[in-house]
């Protein structure tokens, strides 16, 4: 593989993107950590807008273009849609969390631990989803693509 090359036409440049979640996530967390209820609820809700964009690139625009390569082991196109899914399920139940500990309860802290444990579930499931699309998504779609369709795609991701 030419390195110079696939710096700037790679589908692992989304992996920036992950990156940039990743970060948006811990700093949700960082509220919880200060008991900041509102803060903590407003940047998962700013993560949640972020991730669903991003999700809906893959689905809409990036996945029936990895479907050219056909049946690709620990690829296929239902994992990567179910993920999506399993992790919209989870910003959901961390939603309704922090809606209930709005009402300040007396054992917030102990809650927010709660939330915590959950949350490590959460970060394992993105940890694994985003290894899968670096390891099997983006690089299948670097093979499956030509340099200018690359850049095309990638210009609306
Ligand atoms: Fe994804
Ligand atoms: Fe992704």
Excluded at 145 to 153: A, G, I, Y
């Amino acid at each position: 593989m030419k390195e110079s090359n696939q710096e700037a036409t790679s589908f692992l440049s989304l992996l920036r993107l992950h990156e940039q979640l990743t970060e948006l996530f811990l700093t949700h967390q960082e509220a919880l950590l200060a008991l900041d209820v509102n803060l903590a609820l407003s940047r998962l809700q700013q993560f949640e807008q972020e991730l669903r964009a991003h999700m809906q690139v893959e689905e809409e625009l990036l996945l029936p273009v990895y479907s050219r390569a056909g049946q690709i082991p620990g690829g296929p196109i239902v994992f990567f849609t179910g993920e999506h899914r399993k992790m919209l399920e989870f910003l959901a139940r961390f939603t309704e969390t922090l809606q209930q500990l709005k009402t300040k309860p007396a054992n917030l802290p102990r809650e927010i631990i709660k939330l915590f444990d959950v949350e490590a579930m959460f970060k394992h499931l993105m940890e694994h989803h985003d290894l899968r699309e670096q390891n099997i998504l983006y690089p299948t779609l670097d093979k499956v693509t030509t340099e200018s369709e690359r850049e095309e795609l990638l210009s609306r991701c």
